[in-house]
């Protein structure tokens, strides 16, 4: 994999790239329309998928920082985006080309004004692993073993202009309008500068160890201030496969149902004990040991959840608010997905729409046990997403709706339920997280 030797930093550098690659895309549509004419309407509208995904994943791969963090956050929306871009995107989760090393050696020293040998007694300047925002190195200091995760050069200072400029492409994709749309921005740009805060993230790693450390069949590693700052993270070197690896391999069901039992529980005790959530769930963030134990790392994405957004959060879950029209609607409009502008056709709609999305959505929630590997349940989810981004009738309305704290509650729920459907967990007990 080719090594990055430099980054494109300034506003000039970054925007030059986006239009680049806006560039190509128009002249994707434009085969598109040639490819309509020879082959058929799905055929060409694949591959205009395809192409796209390739051109948009090489330019963000090239940027890092803010574009690639919505690329991964956008790969776990699986029945929203068409599957080329969800492969193409998802490599922003644990497989994006690496610093080069001097450049590497140059980020360390600025953090610390010592290089690498001078800290420790062994450092491999090639990284383990690169993702969106950082890379891990594996380093060692006496008899311990430690992983030191670098920011990539220049990603917080370019994490507002850089989704200035994605804003046109996101807002287009999901058919965003008006000023209510800048909510949702200033939501995700606030976390992002909070993800590249790494004393931040030491902060929030502490916190939440600690908080779950009694948590069955979960581990965490330690963290190391005095080799940290605030672009490089040194914690405990762990030992294990990601959880997508063992996944894709694994044929103990019983294996499988001890991970899933310790993921849904290491959520449901975050979100409705802490009132704060991991909100990053996917593959890249996990590990699995020998001991078949879950290790849960990077925590510089936590949603804190208000209570005014928790309590009619999880009262439009329950069975009892969905069966109860004025009840649903009251706690649709508490939540902002009914706005009172809305018309009588948005309104009956989007009640609709919703009713049915969290009718085949909460049903592990309102279980005591369930079966994750139930296909029918996720084919469910996969049909209703195909169906409503086809929907011409959704795409005339105003799509900007719902409460800022959704974008980070549904992104952790989606990442959940995928991360439980691969495991293919059954006979989860839904509410464990009570007893621990």
């Not at 450390?213 to 605030?230: G, H, L, M, V, W």
């Not at 009640?351 to 085949?360: A, G, R, V």
Request: glycine share 4%.
């Amino acid at each position: 994999m080719k090594k990055a030797s430099k980054l494109p930093i300034s506003k000039i550098q970054r925007a030059s790239k986006i239009v680049k690659t806006g560039a190509k895309v128009g002249v994707n549509y434009v085969k598109y329309y040639g490819d309509k004419i020879t082959k058929t309407e799905q055929e060409a509208r694949e591959k205009l998928n395809q192409n796209n995904a390739e051109d948009i994943y090489d330019s963000l791969k090239d940027l890092k920082g803010s574009p690639l963090k919505v690329a991964q956050m956008l790969s776990m929306e699986k029945s929203i985006l068409p599957r080329a871009y969800v492969e193409k995107f998802s490599l922003a989760q644990f497989s994006v080309p690496p610093l080069s090393e001097a450049l590497v050696l140059r980020t360390f020293k600025k953090n610390f004004g010592k290089n690498p040998s001078e800290v420790f007694d062994s450092f491999d300047v090639k990284a383990f692993n690169a993702a969106s925002i950082g890379q891990v190195h594996k380093a060692q200091k006496g008899d311990s073993t430690y992983a030191v995760k670098i920011q990539y050069p220049g990603v917080s200072e370019s994490i507002k202009s850089d989704l200035a400029l994605l804003k046109p492409f996101v807002i287009r994709m999901f058919n965003m309008k008006g000023k209510m749309s800048d909510k949702y921005f200033f939501e995700v740009q606030d976390k992002l500068l909070e993800e590249t805060d790494y004393r931040l993230e030491v902060d929030q790693s502490e916190e939440v160890s600690t908080a779950c450390k009694d948590i069955p069949n979960i581990k965490f590693p330690k963290y190391y201030r005095e080799y940290s700052s605030k672009q490089i993270i040194t914690m405990d070197w762990m030992d294990g496969i990601h959880l997508s690896e063992f996944t894709e391999t694994n044929t103990d069901q019983e294996k499988a149902n001890k991970l899933g039992q310790a993921l849904w529980d290491f959520y449901m005790y975050q979100i409705h004990k802490l009132k704060k959530v991991h909100a990053d769930p996917h593959p890249g963030n996990f590990l699995v040991s020998e001991d078949t134990e879950l290790i849960a790392l990077d925590f510089g994405c936590m949603k804190t959840i208000p209570d005014d957004f928790y309590t009619p959060y999880f009262e439009l879950a329950d069975e009892a608010t969905l069966a109860d029209k004025k009840l649903f609607e009251k706690k649709m409009y508490e939540l902002e997905i009914l706005l009172d502008t809305d018309s009588k056709e948005e309104l009956a709609f989007f009640s609709d729409m919703f009713h049915e999305m969290l009718s085949i959505f909460t049903k592990p929630m309102n279980t005591e046990t369930f079966d994750f590997s139930d296909e029918k349940f996720f084919g469910e989810i996969s049909e209703f997403g195909e169906r409503y981004a086809k929907n011409t009738e959704l795409r005339s309305y105003n799509a900007s709706r719902g409460s800022k704290h959704f974008i980070y509650m549904n992104r952790t729920f989606f990442g959940l339920y995928n991360l439980m459907f691969d495991l293919k967990a059954k006979d989860i007990k839904i509410n464990n997280f009570i007893n621990l």
